[in-house]
């Protein structure tokens, strides 16, 4: 039990470009859903959080402009990155929680801005 | 503060104990979680423990609290060469948004 999914793994785009990247939770209702963000050889950085038909709480210093997140469905949440720059370039790994505290993770999805 | 930190690499030889250091700063938090990374991988959550306890144990993991001295720590028995990962702790808070704050990330390289 406890699966999330992330599609698509790998994406590569030109520059100015979006590029929509989804997270399911497969078996569970996801009260709410974080994206973070990870660079090489780092820790992750939570971009933001997201509930279910609300808004998303962006974390300091992340662009809700650039970083557009809906999260229309208990099993479904989706960040959209507008415009993307080689600097976007970056491993974005998504984590639903259900009705206990526990994050279960994504695969991630590896985007590369060209 | 909210900062967690973590030893940055670990190398042991195959067979034997692994053990993972993390300390953390907020002594609110009310769960803290190891996860592991492989490469190009999501995290895979390994063990949790609740604050009001001390010790956890699950097959070949142990983790300890010891809550006075905000450190946390994950004990890996007979370690084994598919163990060779990046290990995250991270706690939560019961209040508001359920956030993780994540160490800095351990990583493991098991020597055969």
């Known amino acids: 039990g406890a699966v999330v999914s992330q599609h698509p793994s790998w994406v590569i785009c030109k520059s100015g470009t979006s590029v929509k990247i989804e997270c399911r939770s497969l078996?569970?209702?996801?009260?709410?859903m974080f994206w973070y963000r990870q660079f090489p050889k780092q820790s992750l950085m939570l971009m933001a959080t997201s509930n279910e038909g609300s808004k998303a709480t962006y974390e300091q210093g992340v662009e809700k402009d650039k970083f557009l997140i809906n999260h229309a469905s208990l099993t479904l949440s989706t960040l959209t990155v507008t415009s993307a720059h080689p600097e976007d370039s970056s491993f974005y790994i998504c984590s639903a929680k259900g009705s206990y505290e526990t994050q279960y993770f994504g695969p991630g999805t590896r985007l590369l801005v060209l | 503060g909210e900062d967690v930190e973590q030893s940055l690499f670990l190398s042991v030889r195959e067979g034997d104990s692994s053990v993972i250091n993390c300390t953390y700063t907020?002594?609110?938090?009310?769960?803290l979680y190891w996860y592991k990374q492989e490469p190009g991988a999501g995290l895979q959550l390994l063990t949790y423990i609740f604050s009001n306890m001390d010790m956890k144990q699950d097959q070949r993991l142990t983790v300890l609290l010891n809550k006075k001295d905000k450190h946390l720590s994950l004990r890996i028995a007979d370690t084994q060469t598919g163990d060779s990962a990046i290990y995250f702790c991270?706690?939560?808070?019961?209040?508001?948004?359920?956030?993780?704050?994540f160490g800095t990330g351990t990583r493991l390289k098991v020597l055969a």
């Open positions: 907020d002594s609110s938090s009310t769960y």
């Open positions: 991270a706690e939560s808070k019961t209040s508001g948004t359920y956030k993780y704050i």
């Open positions: 078996d569970f209702q996801a009260t709410t």
